[in-house]
């Protein structure tokens, strides 16, 4: 649940947007990714959120039907355009996101009272549609109803302090989420954003879990991922070496990997077998440009562990 959108990849090696001339766009959006990278693990899959009357959602819509994505929750609107983001590299490699705010943020908290929350295995929300209004009552009003229904509430923080007026209002909003949510998982870079630059992953794990959820993973890039919870169960899992060609939509993989093993434990806390799977996901999808290009099915994910044993 939360932002769709269409994402516009610098294709001509420029590292700055503003100087940018070819772009290739794929679809995207944190919370869509999520739902095309569990359908294709086999998980039947959602979306809840908003688009616009024009091409692009259009686009969106026909996309994730072919990816076997119920859409029954994807509401159209005239009162703002599809939401577009745009993606680039630095010079040193480092990805960038700006974000062309539009229809996505009009989701409504009647949007989701008549989305089935209920009903559902799990919700997954991100933080990017709590930074405005009316998306941000939206998310809250999910999650509460989620949590006070026994569903398990996965968030995948993915915090974009360019969106927020003030980074400091993210806190308190992402702590209010963390404390009813049975996953938080997080970048070190969200962590930081969220406690400060000088931020530990040993510091961030515990912050996060202060907030109150059951579980929290923290994610680096290619140096790796942690996971503990609030009982006993922690520890530490190398990054899978890839020939990495464009890194969004990993944390999506990830994160939809990992719901699926816990899924499949009936939510137990995430094992460290677990988190490498997951890890694994997010590494093939690093191997393919486009949010959801790289994002692998059960078979590519299983045969890949295979040929990375232990």
Known sequence: MGEILIDFIVADGTSSLDAAETFVARCGGAPANAAVALARLEVPSAFCGIAGNDPFASRLRTALAGEHVDTSRL??????ATTLAFAWKDLRGDGHFWLLRGADTLLTAGDVKNAGIRDLVALVVGSVSLAEQPSRSAIETAVAMAYESNVPVVFDVNLRPTLWARLADAVPVCATIAAQSFL???SLDDARGLFGTNTSPPD???H?????PRAVVLTDGDRGC???DR????????AFVVDAIEPTGAGDAFTAALIARLIESSWASPTRDDVRYAAAAGALATTRSGAWDGLPNRTQLDAFLRAHPN
Do not use: C, M, Y
């Not at 509401?75 to 703002?80: A, D, E, F, I």
């Not at 996060?208 to 109150?212: D, E, H, K, N, P």
């Not at 009982?231 to 190398?238: A, C, D, W």
């Open 208 to 212: 996060t879990l202060a907030f109150g």
């Open 226 to 228: 942690w996971f503990a």
């Open 75 to 80: 509401r159209q609107t005239g009162v703002k």
């Open 204 to 206: 961030a794990i515990a």
């Open 231 to 238: 009982e006993s169960e922690s520890g530490f899992v190398p």
């Open 184 to 186: 938080v998982k997080l």
